[in-house]
Nanobody
Framework: VQLVDSGGGLVQAGGSLRLSCAAS????????MGWFRQAPGKERDFVAT????????YYASSVKGRFTISRDNNKNTVYLQMNSLKPDDTGVYYCAADVDGLGVGLVLSVSDYDYWGQGTQVTVSS
């Protein structure tokens, strides 16, 4: 499975961005998907996850109420809508796919994901 992240960029604080992650193959609806971010010199942190059906969602407390994860299984794509962006949201954002869980549950741990996108840079200026 190849994942291609896109949609990052430079935005002022308070602005919005929409990230996309397209999967190249496989039964996309059976993958739990997640978004993570990594700031310079820091570990990769969980942002949001969505079940295969799209009915179950979970967010990191730092983004809840500002970010929305969604998916379109017909397009093999997962999205991350980011609103009210803050400078602390700056980092490289990665999407990830867990294929072993058959898309049933939610996955929060980096080590539980099987495939990763290449990352897309998000920079929020103050």
């Amino acid at each position: 499975v190849q994942l291609v992240d896109s949609g990052g960029g430079l935005v002022q604080a308070g602005g919005s961005l929409r990230l996309s992650c397209a999967a190249s193959e496989g039964t996309f609806s059976s993958y739990t998907m997640g978004w993570f971010r990594q700031a310079p010199g820091k570990e990769r942190d969980f942002v949001a996850t969505i079940s295969g059906s799209g009915l179950s969602l979970y967010y990191a407390s730092s983004v809840k109420g500002r970010f929305t994860i969604s998916r379109d299984n017909n397009k093999n794509t997962v999205y991350l809508q980011m609103n009210s962006l803050k400078p602390d949201d700056t980092g490289v954002y990665y999407c990830a796919a867990d294929v072993d869980g058959l898309g049933v549950g939610l996955v929060l741990s980096v080590s539980d994901y099987d495939y990763w996108g290449q990352g897309t840079q998000v920079t929020v200026s103050s």
